[in-house]
């Protein structure tokens, strides 16, 4: 697994370079086979055959297709009581990020909006847009426009502690534009401010730290860069049945639309 680094590296993190671990990192997490185990398979097995197809049909990611690769300083304060080193001790980051549209739907048009975060050590962690309150924080959300809305990781982490939810909530919101160019652009010359927050399964959140997103990371807007929904940040662990029906529909989009996971600068 990952390990992180509580203090921050000397270099940014490269959203380009190789990762040491992948979706290879679901093995061993699935639960042995039973009736809901089954269960699970067959309904990871149906959404991987839909992804693969609009992969082919698309020709590019089935989900989130286009997106914008920006820079942002991850800052933890440090004294949260999670039970999760990433989240309780302070620390300073420079990461990237991905702004996307899990459709890939018009401009203009609501859509699940997505957030996904690389530490410097390679850990990503991935939110969609959602509700925030008990009960909705669940559930996808569409939004029109990408700075407004709750981002939540929609599935709870297992920790020593029990299961905890993470989230990224915007601090002002703000109506950015969903153009991966124009939104470099707007946050390039105003960054823009999330606050991150913790909670129990059924609990209230509580902030550690904040994002502050600015201009683009990279020279080219959109680099074909994979983030690894099943590689989160140490103490965080993906739950065997949240692998069990994600893992699929990922292998299937790569085998629809395959693309490399490092690509040159």
Excluded: C
Excluded at 68 to 97: F, K, Q, T
Excluded at 122 to 136: E, H, N, P, V
Excluded at 241 to 251: C, G, I, S
């Amino acid at each position: 697994m990952n390990q992180h680094v509580a203090v921050a590296p000397p270099a940014a993190a490269d959203p380009a370079a190789p990762r040491p671990d992948g979706p290879q990192e679901a093995e061993g997490l699935h639960a042995a086979s039973d009736g809901a185990g089954r269960l699970l398979d067959g309904v990871g097995g149906g959404v991987a055959a839909v992804v693969e197809r609009v992969a082919r049909w698309r020709g590019s990611k089935p989900m989130h297709p286009k997106g914008a690769l920006l820079r942002a300083r991850l800052d933890r304060a440090g004294g949260a009581a999670s039970g999760v080193a990433w989240i309780d001790e302070p620390g300073h980051d420079d990461v990237a990020v991905r702004f996307s549209r899990g459709g890939g739907l018009p401009d203009g048009w609501p859509d699940v909006h997505g957030l996904a975060l690389r530490t410097p050590d390679g850990a990503d962690l991935l939110l969609s847009t959602s509700g925030r309150a008990i009960g909705l924080r669940h559930g996808l959300a569409l939004q029109r426009v990408v700075g407004r809305g709750s981002y939540t990781s929609i599935m709870p982490f297992r920790t020593e502690r029990g299961p905890v939810m993470l989230a990224a909530l915007p601090d002002p919101e703000r109506d950015l534009p969903t153009d991966p160019a124009a939104l470099a652009d707007e946050l390039g010359a105003r960054p823009w401010r999330l606050t991150l927050v913790w909670a129990p399964f059924l609990g209230a959140w509580r902030a550690f730290g904040s994002l502050e997103v600015s201009g683009r990371a990279r020279d080219e807007i959109d680099p074909p860069v994979r983030f690894e929904p099943l590689a989160p940040p140490v103490g965080l662990a993906v739950y065997p049945w949240v692998a069990r029906v994600r893992e699929p529909a990922y292998l299937a989009a790569r085998r629809g639309f395959p693309t490399p996971t490092s690509p040159q600068p």
